[in-house]
């Protein structure tokens, strides 16, 4: 059975929910929180290691200003209310991403990921203002400034994820079958499902069976 040490979500869908049931975009994205608790604690149940969840792209920054200025704020008071609690279950986070938000939520990230840096039972790894082509991007242009080799070694040492093994499954929810810039070096080996369901509908189950699912496949890595 293969062991689950990373799991990477695209968590989408919000959007479509909201305005489906609340004729609001932005009453899904309030309601996908509460499955990011729920994903978060039986991850731990699960013993994984690492999660990592896309919350915001580099290229959401396209969207109606209202719904962008909603979105941080969601995140600010999941911080302010939830950041004890992530701190008392062990869990480290760590963003991948540019912060330039505003001041406020730059130093309120900063200060959560220095509370949580020893933390060991879960590292969760908040994919905002993430571009996975920025990211790669970047980190070529610190091997030239370095000068170093460009090697598969120094290439991985130069992006966000360093340190952090590549994601074992990444889920997309909300039917659609794309990656939307998310992890596109790290995710070369890894299992993806691509779940219908919308993100604030997706449950404890669906989780546990994408688990399931994983433990059983026979993972090749190029060999028979
Ligand atoms: C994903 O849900 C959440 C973010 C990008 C922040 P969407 O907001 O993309 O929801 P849909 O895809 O429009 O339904
Ligand atoms: C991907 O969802 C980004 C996040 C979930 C944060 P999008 O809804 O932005 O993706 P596209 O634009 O439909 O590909
Ligand atoms: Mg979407």
Redesign the pocket.
């Known amino acids: 059975m293969n062991p689950v040490n990373h799991v990477a979500i695209?968590?989408?869908?919000?959007?479509?929910?909201?305005?489906k049931r609340k004729n609001s975009?932005n009453a899904?994205?309030k309601a996908?929180l509460s499955v990011v608790e729920l994903v978060i604690n039986e991850s731990i149940k699960q013993k994984i290691k690492y999660l990592t969840l896309?919350?915001?792209?580099t290229e959401?920054w396209s969207?109606p200003q209202k719904?962008i200025k909603y979105?941080f704020s969601l995140l600010e008071s999941f911080l302010n209310k939830q950041s004890d609690e992530l701190h008392k279950k062990n869990i480290k986070l760590k963003v991948i991403g540019r912060k330039n938000f505003s001041l406020k939520l730059n130093t309120l990230l900063s200060n959560v990921e220095k509370k949580t840096s020893s933390n060991k039972t879960l590292q969760v790894n908040l994919a905002l203002n993430y571009g996975s082509k920025t990211e790669l991007l970047n980190a070529f242009r610190k091997l030239n400034k370095k000068k170093y080799k460009i090697t598969e070694k120094n290439l991985i040492k130069c992006l966000q994820t360093k340190n952090i093994p590549d994601p074992d499954i990444l889920i997309r929810t909300?039917n659609?079958k794309r990656l939307s810039n998310f992890l596109l070096w790290q995710i070369a080996y890894t299992e993806i499902f691509f779940e219908k369901k919308?993100?604030p509908d997706f449950n404890k189950n669906d989780y546990i069976k994408i688990i399931k699912i994983f433990k059983n496949i026979k993972r090749t890595f190029g060999n028979v």
């Open positions: 695209i968590m989408d869908g919000n959007g479509r929910w909201g305005i975009r899904g994205h996908g896309y919350a915001f792209s959401n969207r719904e979105l909300g659609t919308l993100w």
